[in-house]
């Protein structure tokens, strides 16, 4: 695509993904810091094509290692507003996986990069021709772009110093959001930025929910449907509501059919069981369900620790991800968090029963006052047993389902032993969920049960299965 440049460009790229063994750095990520910024700035503050590095390159770094880093890109035009920064920024992580050897995922301080071994054998010893590509495809597809200057940081001591003001950047454009909702609009907008790695990931963006990568809220995707109507983010028409309570809208279902490939023809926003929105990979949060207590957890990319169900942020990172429906799992920006639509169809913050401590801190004044103390941390509950204790201590409102689904234990005896009698019709009821396709032929011929589970967690206490005589 450029012959000055020491690889390939291409969108072909995208996707690419490079393991440990074939990783010559790593760059910002969860084990290090970083982030990606893009600011609208006055044309004469602007030096068009400009790149300056902070900190050590790309030569000097040695093979396996990993090191902070952070992007700032300045762009300039007459048709440039603050609005539109967060649309740029986000195209980053496009444009530096057109690049052959660069990995880019995640987004703002969650950003994580790699450069493969390949690519420094081939000539890439220098951050330069990276930014200098980044630069060239901003102004390429993105023409309201006039001039654009670029700045990577690798020293620590400078991220460290920027990253409180990054962060409130972050956190002022989100609050554009607050007063508006669902219900005062008649168009959502869509984002298939991350189909590259998730391909049947169907991306809604409305102002009670944020995109999963946290990046991109109502007010940018309108701005770049705008300037860019050929882009990423395009327009989705609201329709009918089918069910406002869980956020379930004709015209969404309809583009999560076009998107999926026919995958998917239902998706309800503000669901955590039933449809829920699919997950792409680059989402800030997973949620998890834990049938031992009937409530959800939530755990971001900054906790290093195991979760209550015994896995860390990553397993479950990988069993949510790619762009599925997965029943018990559910991607999510942080900014969902104080949507009063969060989860709302399956209780809101009523179901939350765990959170590192971290992250309930920083979205604490969004919880309500009444659940804000009876929701677990790592440091109430490390394990089920402990969450459990806390939750009664606590009176959390997720013991009063517990007490309602209580049966006496006659009645419990007496579907136990019905069971033993008819256990394929049992399974068969109470099984069947989105995601779990069953396939139970008669027991007559060859004999036996045959159940086929696609993406599905299950938890059963006890199946009795008996060959009726």
């Known amino acids: 695509m450029a012959e000055e440049f020491p690889f390939e460009i291409s969108p072909m790229f995208e996707g690419e993904r490079i393991r440990k063994d074939g990783m010559h750095v790593e760059l910002s ?21 400009k790149f300056t590095l902070i900190g050590p390159d790309l030569s000097e770094m040695e093979e396996g290692s990993r090191h902070p880093f952070a992007m700032i890109y300045k762009i300039a035009g007459e048709l440039v507003e603050e609005d539109l920064e967060s649309i740029v920024e986000r195209r980053n992580h496009d444009f530096q996986n057109y690049i052959q050897g660069l990995m880019h995922l995640n987004q703002r301080y969650d950003v994580w990069i790699r450069v493969s071994k390949d690519a420094v054998a081939k000539g890439l010893t220098s951050f330069e021709p990276i930014a200098q590509a980044v630069m060239m495809l901003f ?4 023409p309201f772009i006039e001039k654009v200057e670029a700045v990577y940081v690798t020293d620590l001591a400078e991220i460290e110093k920027e990253m409180d003001n990054v962060k409130a950047i972050y956190k002022s454009r989100d609050d554009r959001t607050r007063d508006l909702h669902d219900e005062d609009v008649d168009t959502f907008y869509g984002c298939s930025l991350c189909q590259s790695f998730a391909p049947s990931n169907v991306c809604v963006i409305t102002p009670d929910r944020i995109s999963l990568c946290g990046a991109i809220n109502w007010f940018d995707g309108r701005a770049a449907a705008k300037v860019d109507p050929e882009g990423p983010q395009f327009a989705i028409p609201k329709g009918d509501v089918i ?19 026919g995958e998917y ?3 309800k926003l503000h669901s955590f069981f039933e449809y829920p929105h699919t997950s792409c990979g680059c989402f800030e949060v997973v949620g998890f369900y834990i049938p031992e207590v009937d409530g959800i957890g939530w755990v971001d990319r900054d906790y290093a620790g195991t979760a209550p169900n015994g896995l860390p942020f990553s397993t479950m990172a990988g069993q949510t991800g790619g762009g599925k429906q997965v029943v018990g799992f559910l991607g999510i920006g942080i900014n969902y968090f104080r949507s009063p639509k969060f989860i709302q169809s399956d209780g809101g913050w009523d179901r939350v029963v765990w959170m590192p401590k971290h992250l309930k801190d920083r979205v604490l004044s969004d919880i309500p006052a009444d659940i ?3 929701v677990a941390t790592e440091e109430d509950a490390p394990d089920l047993d402990s969450l459990r204790s806390f939750l009664t201590d606590k009176e959390h409102p997720i013991v009063e389902r517990w007490e309602a689904e209580e049966e006496p234990e006659a009645e419990e005896e007496a ?25 139970m032929p008669p027991s007559s011929g060859t004999g036996g049960v045959k159940i086929i589970l696609k993406n599905a967690k299950v938890s059963i206490d006890k199946v009795i299965i008996q060959k009726k005589e």
């Open 265 to 267: 023809d239902r998706i």
């Open 139 to 142: 102004k390429n597809e993105l």
């Open 372 to 374: 804000a103390d009876k």
């Open 415 to 439: 579907e136990e032993e019905a069971a033993t009698f008819a256990a394929p019709a049992m399974m068969q009821a109470a099984m069947p969920m989105q995601g779990m396709p069953m396939m």
């Open 243 to 261: 069910d406002a309570e869980s956020g379930e809208f004709s015209g969404v279902n309809d583009i999560a059919k076009s998107l999926s490939s």
């Open 29 to 49: 990520g969860p084990k290090s810091k970083g982030y990606e910024l893009v600011r609208a700035t006055p044309m004469d503050e602007v030096e068009d094509g």
